[in-house]
């Protein structure tokens, strides 16, 4: 069980990130819509799996396996061919277009599992109308591929009726094409970012020495350099070299290296800065990256305490069927993923730290756990609801907040070390707080392996909504440290084109 544990929880991880660094560096100006949508249907999956399992499987668990054992290698075969880097992929204002539909779509399931969940729920059970119900949601759950499909059949019918361009008209005329080679002037600043040059500078242009006469620009071809400034390069490097190319372990191993950089030929690489790539051992020792971790660790830490132990709170509280609250909270885990995603990413454009909107929703789950702790008339519906919600905006929000701090480069392993904090938590606040306190609870109560009543997560949720006062606090203190790179990156109308 530990082994088969395991290598589904890892597998999980290769999902997440193969899909997700796929899709952002696809669609890097709309990181909080993409991750809205993809980590929406994780959240989702439970509802749409439990429906699966009361229609078509009718409540048998050895199905229910056999379909988590297969689908997931299924669905790996059928779209291993799709999933795949495509610079450009298309233009914002049709890209918007596309993500509203799936938006409506998605919106429209979560609605429908909400409605029929409570339609299941207060009426007599009824395996036709359960599987018509199973069936619609399968339909609304295939919709997006269809808006996807429409796209590439108008794209295709774009290119068919496309003119010859101009330069194929050249050459059929037998006119002069543009030259295979082209000298490109490089113009830029000391002391200018990546960024700063822009997307097809980095491309095509070839990056000069830099020489420290003073701060105004330089246009230089490699033609114009004279012998005395090819000779300040050491052997075997050319002039085509990035300036900024060269590691500190380089120019302290080098003598030549060394002998050009005292003279101004070089210039050493300096360490990366909020908003450019940095590699995992770079971000670790950056007091922004542990912030972002422990707020993260204190919402889904908190919040994955509540999720574990759902089905004995329910049994505590007399409810002998969790069905209903694992499913609300399946629902609005999915609305909170996706309004996270798309609300972020509305008021990002503005230079509002995503960071923000974890501070509210923590203040949110502050509410969900005093409903959890107090136990009274329906406050069990309305805390999975909240918790849900609330939950589900952390991962929509973290993940593209990561993305803009320490770019996409090397997004794979730094997305993967902030995603501790969910395990990391659920052994902290699940595993240990909450199986204590309940066992202690049990022990005094008239049945020694089970409590039952409201005192037996009481001060487990008042512990969680602790630590979400100050996770919540946390966040606005990120927010404040990290508002200058949103102001760099949005509020100047410079896009994010670190697309390495």
């Known amino acids: ?11 999980a991880t290769f999902f997440n990130t193969a899909v997700l660094v796929t899709t952002m560096r696809n669609f890097p100006q709309s990181r909080g819509t993409v991750v ?16 699966l399992y009361t229609s078509f499987l009718f409540k048998n668990p050895v199905s229910l396996l056999l379909l988590l054992s297969t689908s997931p ?10 999933v795949r880097p495509v610079p450009d992929a298309t233009r914002e204002p049709e890209e918007k277009r596309n993500f509203f539909l799936v938006h409506v779509i998605c919106v429209s399931l979560a609605l429908y599992l909400l409605v029929a969940t409570f339609v299941q729920d207060f009426l007599p059970s009824n395996p036709i109308v359960s599987g018509v119900i199973a069936t619609v949601m399968l339909l609304f759950l295939f919709a997006p591929v269809f808006v996807a499909l429409k796209f590439f059949i108008l794209g295709l019918f774009k290119r068919t009726e496309e003119p010859p361009s101009r330069r194929n008209l050249e050459q059929e005329d037998g006119g002069v094409g543009e030259p295979l080679v082209r000298e490109e002037t490089v113009q830029f600043q000391i002391g200018s970012t990546e960024e700063e040059l822009g997307q097809s500078d980095e491309e095509d242009a070839r990056t000069l020495p830099t020489f420290r006469h003073d701060d105004s620009y330089i246009e230089r071809t490699e033609e114009e350099l004279s012998w005395d400034d090819r000779k300040k390069f050491p052997p075997g490097m050319s002039t085509s070299d990035s300036a900024t190319s060269l590691s500190e372990a380089d120019i302290e191993n080098d003598t030549d290296v060394l002998m050009a950089v005292g003279e101004g030929a070089v210039s050493r690489k300096r360490k990366p800065r909020r908003g450019e790539d940095f590699n995992l051992r770079q971000s670790l020792l950056k007091a922004d990256f542990w912030l972002l971790f422990f707020t993260f660790f204190c919402g889904v830490g908190s919040g994955v305490t509540a999720i574990n132990n759902l089905g004995q709170i329910g049994q505590a509280q007399g409810f002998t069927d969790v069905t209903i609250f694992v499913t609300l909270l399946g629902i609005w885990n999915f609305l909170g993923r996706l309004g996270g995603g798309a609300i972020s990413e509305k008021y990002v454009r503005k230079a509002v730290p995503r960071t923000l909107w ?7 789950m502050v509410v969900a756990h005093l409903l959890f702790a107090w136990a009274g008339t329906s406050s069990l519906h309305v805390g999975s609801i909240l918790l849900g919600f609330c939950y ?3 991962f929509s929000v973290m993940v593209p907040t990561a993305s803009e701090l320490f770019g996409l480069k090397h997004f794979g392993k730094i997305y993967n070390f902030l995603t501790m904090g969910d395990p990391v938590g659920s052994l902290l606040f699940s595993g240990v707080i909450a199986g204590y306190l309940y066992d202690m609870e049990a022990r005094d109560g008239p049945q020694a392996d089970q409590c039952i009543g409201a005192h037996c997560f009481r001060l ?10 100050v996770g919540s606090a946390a966040s606005v203190y990120v927010s404040v440290r990290i508002k200058p790179v949103y102001q760099s990156l949005y509020k100047s109308g410079r896009a994010v084109r670190n697309l390495h």
């Open 460 to 469: 487990t949720f008042l512990i969680m909504a602790g630590v979400c006062l």
């Open 392 to 394: 589900g905006v952390h």
């Open 73 to 82: 290698f299924a669905v790996s075969v059928a779209c291993m061919g799709f």
């Open 358 to 364: 974890l501070a509210g929703a923590q203040c949110l």
């Open 1 to 11: 069980m530990c082994l088969a544990i395991c290598i589904g929880a890892n597998s």
């Open 36 to 51: 809205g949508i993809l980590k929406g249907f994780v959240g989702l999956s439970g509802a749409i799996f439990t429906q």
